[in-house]
């Protein structure tokens, strides 16, 4: 089956730092990523994504970073903002076109 | 451009009863996905639709959900009986490339 973790449950950090959130993946076929940020009380938003022939791609304030090597992706924020606090899912979609979603990792933005 | 509806936002039962949600995708999105999310977990498929065919339901239980979506557009999730280990957030996802998702609120379910 598989399997998509996220290294660490939560995080908190300084408003003004960057923050950087891991997520591990098990089926090396996969072949698409996606970050996506869930407020309280809403859906799943998308962050970013990333095809498994790149290693790296930049939006605005965040980076995406994939080594297939490891089976390791991370999502990156610049200068993390107070509305920036959620909890951020990975999800690798294998090629079966299924899609699966990590535990999810809570991130909070200290003033 | 209007993002994916959902109703009702919330909703509190009792086992063995009977419910239903119902998801109106974005405006030309083929694919529709239902996914239950349960406190502190990531959401987990259950069915996706292709246009009113269904692409996947390997995760649905199928003793006791079913869904539809039989004119390609609106979808409908429902649950007979329902047990308490139900009790999670199903949201709804469209997309119009099979990749990139665009989810709904959510229905907050409640089975006492």
């Known amino acids: 089956g598989e399997s998509v973790g996220l290294h660490l449950p939560t995080l908190s950090v300084q408003e003004g730092d960057n923050s950087i959130i891991n997520c591990a993946y098990s089926n090396s076929a996969s072949d698409y990523f996606i970050w996506y940020k869930q407020e309280s009380g809403k859906g799943p938003q998308f962050i970013i994504d990333i095809r498994s022939n790149m290693d790296k791609r930049q939006g605005q304030r965040v980076t995406v970073l994939l080594n297939k090597t490891v089976k390791h992706l991370s999502l990156q924020i610049a200068a993390t903002q107070p509305g920036d606090s959620a909890v951020y899912f990975c999800a690798e979609k294998n090629t079966g076109n299924q899609f699966y979603f990590g535990t999810g990792t809570s991130l909070t933005v200290i003033p | 451009e209007a993002g994916v509806a959902q109703s009702p936002r919330y909703k509190i039962i009792e086992k063995r009863q009977s419910v239903a949600f119902w998801c109106n995708p974005i405006?030309?999105?083929?694919?529709l996905y239902w996914y239950q999310q349960i406190l502190g977990q990531g959401p987990k498929l259950l069915i996706q639709?292709?246009?009113?065919?269904?692409?996947?339901d390997s995760q649905l239980p199928k003793d006791r959900f079913s869904a539809e979506r039989l004119k390609g557009v609106d979808s409908t999730l429902k649950i007979q009986p329902a047990k308490l280990e139900d009790s999670a957030v199903y949201l709804c996802?469209?997309?119009?490339?099979?990749?990139?998702?665009?989810f709904g609120p959510g229905t907050r379910l409640t089975v006492l």
């Open positions: 405006s030309g999105h083929a694919t």
């Open positions: 639709f292709q246009n009113n065919g269904v692409v996947d």
């Open positions: 996802a469209s997309s119009s490339n099979a990749d990139t998702q665009y």
